[in-house]
């Protein structure tokens, strides 16, 4: 596969405190840089989505304003589809890749964009931004769980467990899902869409 170096960047992962004498050497040709925008997420080096939380809101308050011009004359089903099609979608997605990131502050922005639209008679709903979370993170992990689902196929860590229990073991209660779960050492890493689910679920 050729890559066109000219739109190609680089961007290292690293918590805040790791010396530079640690970091991977620079990539010739290629500009590493501490964000990047990868398939409409505002990506940072220290995974704080601040960026695209504060790019999300300002989008979704500049279609709010346009839908508030083509409102008049429009039935409430017609204009809450405009608005789940050009707002909400627009909140929801890739919601869980960052959502455990996110610091309160950041949830009550995108949260306060659901409030407004719904005062404003865009939706006759109140969506609330942690539910609309869970619901997503139970379907795609629920997705997840088919035979042909890439997740098997990840990493050991996550594979389905086929032991076998000992004679003579408890028998406790089914499990919520048959992967097993990682040793997980720090909060942080407590948050991703994966290691969330697993012990969710469980």
């Not at 719904?118 to 709903?125: E, K, S």
């Not at 689902?149 to 860590?157: A, D, E, S, V």
């Amino acid at each position: 596969m050729a890559v066109n170096l000219l739109k190609t960047v680089e961007l290292v992962f690293h918590r805040p405190n790791v010396s530079h004498d640690l970091s991977p050497l620079a990539m010739s040709n290629v500009s590493r840089v501490d964000s990047a925008k990868l398939l409409g997420v505002h990506f940072r080096h220290d995974l704080n989505f601040s960026q695209h939380v504060e790019s999300d809101v300002a989008i979704c308050n500049q279609r709010l304003l346009l839908a508030q011009l083509k409102k008049q004359g429009l039935g409430v089903s017609t204009i809450d589809y405009i608005f789940n099609a050009i707002v909400l979608n627009k909140i929801v997605y890739a919601l869980l890749v960052h959502f455990g990131y996110l610091t309160e502050s950041q949830k009550q922005m995108l949260q306060r964009v659901l409030i407004r639209a719904n005062r404003r008679g865009f939706t006759p709903y109140y969506h609330d931004l942690d539910t609309l979370a869970e619901s997503a993170q139970h379907d795609l992990f629920r997705h997840s769980r088919h035979s042909a689902h890439c997740l098997n196929h990840f990493n050991h860590l996550y594979r389905p467990t086929t032991k076998l229990k000992p004679p003579g073991a408890l028998r406790l209660r089914p499990r919520g899902n048959d992967f097993e779960l990682p040793t997980v050492k720090f909060e942080f890493n407590k948050q991703n869409f994966i290691v969330r689910s697993l012990f969710q679920y469980v």
